[in-house]
């Protein structure tokens, strides 16, 4: 019983820190990039949406890449919809938002692809969409540039 504790005390000591650098590794991908993980809300397989916000408005996100904006304070602004693009039977399955430049730059995977989107958060206009691997890590921004992990590189001017 005694060779027991021991050696689940040792895998355990084993196990933690194994565990925290796997976790700090995640940490650092994510730590580098100005993108943010929008929140989930719902189920996977049913309806969800996306939440989150900039310094000019609120923005939630439908799977099926329908959303809203509201201006000025929770709850009382000024309500807009806009779309993002899809592919056949898409779903956004995760989503992250950056502010640049005083436009919204949407990271998220639909179907088989990644989509990124630049939208203008006064017309709600979309400026620019280019399609990325779905397997994407959230990018860095260098030099007015969006670096993927992969090697890809989008302009943003």
């Known amino acids: 019983m005694k060779n027991f504790v021991v050696v689940c005390l040792f895998l355990i000591s084993i196990a933690i820190p194994a565990y925290g650098q796997q976790r700090l590794v995640e940490i650092e991908e994510t730590a580098s ?11 996977g397989s049913a309806r ?40 056949a039977k898409g ?28 939208l203008s958060q006064k017309t709600r206009k979309l400026k620019a969409v280019v399609t ?3 397997n994407f890590a959230p990018p860095e921004i260098k030099n007015q540039r969006i670096v993927f992990s992969d090697g890809t590189v989008v302009a943003l001017n």
Request: charged share 25%; with cysteine.
């Open 33 to 43: 990039s100005p993108f943010t993980a929008a929140e989930r809300v719902g189920e």
């Open 48 to 87: 969800s949406f996306f939440i989150f916000s900039t310094p000019v408005a609120n923005y939630v996100v439908r799977h099926d890449g329908m959303g809203e904006v509201t201006y000025g304070r929770t709850g009382v602004g000024m309500r807009k919809v806009f779309s993002v693009k899809m592919g």
């Open 91 to 118: 779903r956004i399955e995760r989503l992250y938002s950056c502010e640049y430049e005083g436009d919204l730059l949407l990271l998220y995977e639909a179907g088989d692809a990644g989509y990124l989107v630049r």
């Open 132 to 134: 990325v691997s779905r």
